[in-house]
């Protein structure tokens, strides 16, 4: 397994596992795959990784920001997705080890993932990787008219803390 950065001609396959996420009901609440251009401004410029076997991406791993205050700008949203055909190979856990190495070498300081608590597999490998649940948010909002509870989980640097 390589894992490498993310390329703008990587996005057919990365959109076609965003789709599977989305399908599942449990992992966003976007509804519809948004277009390159959208997808692109949404999400930060560096720390966007793929997970290859071969030719075939298997997984990928992208940073948000939070907010446009400058106060913010070491923090990061996590958006995480395997590819259903490759799920439980560890390929979330190394997607994850790699962003948290780059985004520590990005001067990031706090990661964070808002995860539906029926996604058991996401909030395991958070767990896993050095996060902690610091929230609970009940009917955070609506999804297909019902509404949806979501977990905050963070995960501090141990090296960018001033």
């Given at each position: ?61 992208v940073l948000s920001p ?97």
């Amino acid at each position: 397994m390589i894992i490498r950065e993310l390329l703008v001609q990587d996005w057919p396959q990365v959109r076609e596992i965003y789709s599977q996420g989305i399908l599942t009901g449990n992992a966003t609440f976007q509804k519809d795959v948004p277009t390159w251009e959208e997808w692109d401004a949404s999400h930060l410029s560096n720390c966007r990784l793929v997970a290859l076997k071969d030719s075939t991406i298997t997984g990928w791993a992208v940073l948000s920001p939070v907010s446009s205050r400058c106060v913010y700008a070491g923090v990061a949203e996590v958006s995480i997705y395997v590819s259903s055909a490759f799920s439980r190979q560890g390929i979330g856990k190394l997607l994850m080890n790699q962003l948290i190495a780059d985004s520590e070498k990005h001067g990031i300081w706090t990661l964070q993932s808002g995860i539906f608590p029926e996604n058991t597999a996401s909030i395991a490998l958070h767990k896993k990787t050095g996060f902690r649940e610091v929230g609970y948010r009940e009917k955070i909002g609506q999804m297909n008219g019902v509404w949806r509870n979501s977990m905050l989980l963070e995960r501090r640097s141990q090296t960018v803390f001033i």
